[in-house]
Nanobody, 119 residues
């Protein structure tokens, strides 16, 4: 089992910055990919950024150049630095941990943290 706890959300004006943190505990060594997803009202949850155990990163086109995902393996933390925020970035942001197992995947989710960007 893996437990994830997000923090760092809040209200910010357009153009501002926030840093989200995700604290992981449990069977961390089994995790292959850590990601941030977001879900806006009346929209599907979407991938924002991902980082593999080897450090490779992937970003949604909508956040490229503005958001940066990073991880601190020693502290079991994953971060999402969000710069130049836009009102359309408003959503609940979720931390995700994915483990490859038996030809499939197992996903763990945090409880989410609200990010609101005012215009």
């Amino acid at each position: 089992q893996v437990q994830l706890v997000e923090s760092g959300g809040g209200l910010v004006q357009a153009g501002g910055s926030l840093r989200l943190s995700c604290a992981a505990s449990g069977s961390i060594s089994s995790i292959n990919v850590m990601s941030w997803y977001r879900q806006a009202p009346r929209k599907q949850r979407e991938l924002v950024a991902a980082i593999t155990s080897g450090g490779s990163t992937n970003y949604a086109d909508s956040v490229k150049g503005r958001f940066t995902i990073s991880r601190d393996n020693a502290k079991n933390m994953v971060y999402l630095q969000m710069n130049s925020l836009k009102p359309e970035d408003t959503a609940v942001y979720y931390c995700n941990a994915r483990r490859l197992a038996g030809g499939g995947t197992i996903d763990y989710w945090g409880q989410g943290t609200q990010v609101t960007v005012s215009s």
